[in-house]
């Protein structure tokens, strides 16, 4: 039949709303739930929760949508770049005349698709510099508390409090966690959190060290620890942290944001700790060395102190020669204060003569002589103008004369007064007041001994008030006897 002559008069009318409802039920109806494999395109994640993508190959897209409940029960979250395998139905969305899968799981496609997701995670974080040695804190060399993060009920936890039991026990607070499948990642990275929440020195005690652990498995087991949350929270951790996640060969992301990798669980227990033992036996040997190298340098300083005690001389011998000074300087005292008193009467004696009131006299007197001769060539009230300024200036050269002659004679004489009293104290006159005597033999001899007074002939004995003799002819004594130097005082 020819278009042209087609009818359109018996072709039924449908509104936009039923067209687009019939094509969504034959959409539905024929396809129900559908697996699509392809490639995460464009990702959006607006504030509402839901997750806008496209599905795409090299030639066709696919608008998909994840709900905002069955988004936050998704294992793996879809990433720009993913392959992905996806399981939901198809359905229409009539406001834009499209269609799209509704998205209800989504797996990675395979094993590559895995890997190639964890280099680009990990690629990120290296830019952000959270894989940087210079970050990594060092850890506690002997820990009070150790916090735990892995499954309370496997072989892990054993191994690890044993190796801790053997080598030094410390406090170890477990916080348990699924250590696969999709509560992984977030308790794992609540467990950090929570550690790092708790206050030092609080009721429940912060560990001074965490360590994240899980034995070995494959690398869908593990994936929990290669999420960005995970290796975000433990690389926010104030605490230092060991991972322990998997066996030797195993690597997960949180192995490089940590402070230290493990092996293996036993091998981060035996990092937490020392080994007791070997600390005993190493704070003991240091102990021996300690005691026999202060016994060392102690003798050292010893010995020392002997040699330097032998090179200085004795207490004795360094008071020797002071006190021969004193004895010498003692001897000479009595002589020294007779000479000084002499000496300041014949300086008193010349300043007496110098202020003669017979040479003021001849002064005044041959004024008075030159002031007669110039009366003669002068006017009288000149003369006696400059007579009266000669005898005021008179009168205060004598009054100041008399002072200075009055001042220059009891000084004089306050000194010879007290040099008076000086050598009456120190002679040996004053000692025989005292109650001693000095004794002279016949010849005048002064005795200071008694071997010789019992060889002398006579004895002649001095007292304050007088001598006398015994035995022999008595001396005759002279008005002008020195002062004995030396004697016998009795």
Not at 185 to 213: H, K, M
Not at 327 to 349: C, N
Not at 443 to 462: D, M, P, R, V, W
Request: proline content about 6%; glycine content about 8%; overall charge positive.
């Amino acid at each position: 039949m020819d278009l042209l002559d087609d009818d359109s008069g018996n072709t039924p009318e449908f509104s936009v709303s039923e067209l687009s409802g019939a094509v969504k039920r034959v959409i539905e109806g024929e396809f129900g739930h559908v697996r699509v494999k392809g490639e995460v395109g464009r990702v959006s994640r607006p504030r509402s929760g839901h997750i806008y993508l496209d599905l795409k190959d090299d030639r066709s897209v696919i608008a998909g949508i994840v709900w905002k409940g069955v988004a936050a029960r998704l294992e793996t979250q879809p990433e720009e770049g993913m392959e992905v395998v996806a399981t939901g139905r198809l359905t229409t969305f009539p406001g834009q005349s499209k269609y799209q899968i509704v998205i209800e799981d989504i797996r990675p496609a395979g094993l590559g698709a895995l890997m190639a997701m964890l280099e680009k995670r990990k690629a990120l974080l290296q830019a952000e510099g959270l894989f940087d040695a210079s970050r990594k804190r060092p850890l506690p060399y002997l820990p009070e508390v150790i916090g735990v993060v892995t499954s309370p009920s496997g072989a892990v936890i054993r191994d690890i409090l044993h190796r801790l039991r053997d080598r030094f026990p410390r406090k170890v607070l477990i916080w348990p966690v699924a250590v696969q499948g999709q509560n992984c990642a977030p308790e794992v990275v609540r467990a950090i959190e929570g550690f790092n929440a708790l206050s030092p020195g609080g009721a429940l005690p912060r560990p001074d060290l965490l360590i994240v652990a899980r034995g070995g498995g494959s690398v869908e087991d593990l994936w929990g620890f290669n999420e960005e949350a995970v290796a975000r929270a433990a690389a926010a951790s104030q605490i230092p942290l060991i991972s322990a996640v998997g066996h030797e060969t195993d690597t997960t992301l949180i192995d490089f944001v940590s402070d230290r990798r493990a092996p293996t669980p036993t091998a981060a227990a035996e990092m937490a700790v020392p080994v007791r033992m070997e600390l005993l036996s190493w704070t003991g040997e240091a102990g021996v060395r300690m005691t026999r190298a202060m016994g060392q340098r102690i003798e050292v300083r010893s010995q020392r102190l002997r040699d330097l005690s032998r090179a200085l001389p004795r207490a004795e011998t360094l008071l020797d020669q002071p006190r021969q000074r004193l004895d010498l300087l003692g001897d000479r005292l009595p002589r020294a204060l007779i000479r000084g008193t002499e000496q300041r009467r014949v300086a008193l004696s010349d300043v007496a003569g110098a202020l003669r009131p017979s040479l003021l006299t001849r002064v005044i007197a041959h004024g008075r002589e030159s002031l007669g001769r110039r009366t003669d060539r002068l006017s009288l009230r000149p003369i006696e103008r400059e007579i009266a300024q000669g005898r005021d200036r008179l009168a205060t050269l004598s009054r100041r004369l008399e002072e200075s002659a009055t001042r220059r004679l009891d000084d004089p004489a306050r000194k010879l007064d007290g040099l008076s009293r000086l050598l009456e104290t120190l002679s040996y006159k004053g000692t025989l007041a005292r109650g001693y005597a000095v004794v002279r033999s016949a010849e005048g001899t002064i005795l200071t001994h008694k071997a010789a007074a019992q060889n002398a002939s006579g004895l002649e004995i001095e007292f304050s008030d007088g001598r006398f003799t015994l035995g022999g002819k008595a001396r005759t004594k002279r008005k002008d006897t020195p002062a004995p130097e030396q004697g016998s005082l009795l």
